[in-house]
């Protein structure tokens, strides 16, 4: 999960990869941001590692921001980059689902599980089956929502960080 994040940085760094914009971006950004955000990543690695959770986390805060997730270089691009299904990334883009909606809503009333995404991430649906096979999306029981929880407050101690619309590595639909 986030382990092959760090390598798609990593190659970016040294030139190699599809991803044009951030390519460039993580190319030029200074020894010392580049350390960090590596560091950060193993972090968080180490702490999906130790709980292997249904649905992956949120990368940090701090490394969005620094790699310019935020900023919204090229919404195709960073979906991609993040392993967002092409359903989802062209429901974002294309319809300009920019959070969860209505038609969500709907839909998590019809599912008798914790819903829970990675955060910062809209589905196309709550039911897709690739945004669920990409651990970006899970519908949980009682015991895999705990193991959620504790991901999130882990992380939420070991990566402090002053986002202030981005609190947690989950968004909590159900």
Do not use: W
Request: net charge neutral.
């Amino acid at each position: 999960m986030i382990e092959d994040i760090i390598k798609k940085i990593e190659n970016l760094r040294r030139g190699k990869g599809e991803f044009k914009t951030l390519k460039e971006h993580i190319m030029n950004l200074d020894d010392f941001q580049y350390n960090i955000i590596i560091e950060r990543l193993k972090i968080e690695d180490e702490v999906v590692k130790k709980y292997n959770p249904k649905v992956r986390p949120a990368l940090d805060p701090y490394v969005s921001s620094e790699l310019g997730i935020y900023r919204r270089l090229n919404d195709i691009e960073i979906g991609k980059f993040l392993g967002y299904p092409e359903c989802c990334i062209r429901s974002f883009v294309e319809e300009v689902r920019v959070s969860i909606d209505r038609e969500h809503l709907k839909e998590a009333e019809e599912i008798d599980k914790h819903v829970v995404l990675t955060s910062g991430f809209i589905p196309c649906s709550l039911k897709c089956r690739e945004a669920i096979k990409n651990k970006l999306l899970g519908h949980l029981n009682d015991e895999d929502l705990k193991v959620i929880k504790k991901v999130n407050e882990e992380l939420k101690n070991r990566l402090k960080h002053f986002h202030m619309f981005y609190e947690d590595f989950y968004d909590f639909i159900k």
